[in-house]
């Protein structure tokens, strides 16, 4: 964490660290620069030591290591949460673990790549806690977070963007797209607007009356 920020608990956002494909160390490092806490969920945490990564909260159903195993490996204030609750994953356990605790906004790491399974959850898990927690994804080739109607961010021409439903979003719209939508229906997995771009340097503002909206923005062409 730098030492010119000054940390507001459960305001800025925690990290979670999952156990799909690592990304890299420089965005790593710039999603633990500003968290003021990082959970580990238990099968990432050797991958974690390894690197030397500074944790506050180790979760899961500990079906990889024991408890015993995970506090002899760990700092002596670590929070160690055994979740065995099978019907939900160890990411959404933490999303709900963190929502308890007043955490207002979470970055997530590692959760893409290994296990395509995993991943396709994991993306339904980023809409089922939008309307509780601010919830974003992150690896090295995108950024994907949940959208509201009325959604406004500045973006530079060009830059990729993709608006996928996860289910059927109804009276779409959109601004400074280079494909338009106007008041449009997409429905997964029958019609998206992947691969969209950004028309011009400014603002893009989306609306829509129903559904579940995913945003990606891509770092690659």
């Known amino acids: 964490m730098s030492s010119h920020h000054v940390v507001r608990d459960a305001q800025e956002p925690a990290l979670i660290i999952a156990n799909g494909e690592a990304c890299s160390w420089s ?3 710039q999603a633990m620069d500003w968290s003021p806490m990082v959970m580990v969920l238990d099968g990432a945490l050797d991958r974690v030591i390894e690197l030397g990564i500074q944790y506050h909260v180790v979760l899961g159903d500990f079906d990889h290591q024991t ?3 995970i506090r002899n490996k760990s700092n002596p204030d670590t929070q ?3 979740t065995p609750d099978q019907n939900l994953s160890d990411l959404e356990k933490g999303i709900k673990w963190l929502i308890a605790k007043g955490f207002k906004a979470v970055n997530i790491v590692w959760a893409t790549g290994h296990r395509s399974d995993h991943y396709l959850n994991n993306i339904g898990i980023l809409a089922r806690y939008q309307h509780q927690i601010n919830v974003v994804m992150l ?3 995108s950024k994907i977070y949940p ?16 608006l996928i439903p996860l289910n059927k979003v109804q009276g ?21 607007s992947s691969s969209n771009k950004v028309a011009s340097t400014g ?4 609306q829509f009356s129903s559904g579940d909206l995913l945003l990606i923005e891509s770092m690659t062409n």
């Open 27 to 29: 965005l790593l490092q």
């Open 67 to 69: 408890i015993e195993d």
């Open 80 to 82: 160690i949460i055994h």
């Open 139 to 141: 690896d090295d080739y």
């Open 147 to 162: 959208i509201k109607s009325g959604f406004k961010k500045h973006f530079e021409q060009g830059q990729n963007i993709s």
């Open 172 to 192: 779409l719209s959109s601004t400074n797209l280079v494909w338009s939508l106007s008041n449009a229906t997409l429905e997964y997995p029958y019609s998206t």
């Open 203 to 206: 603002i893009v503002e989306v």
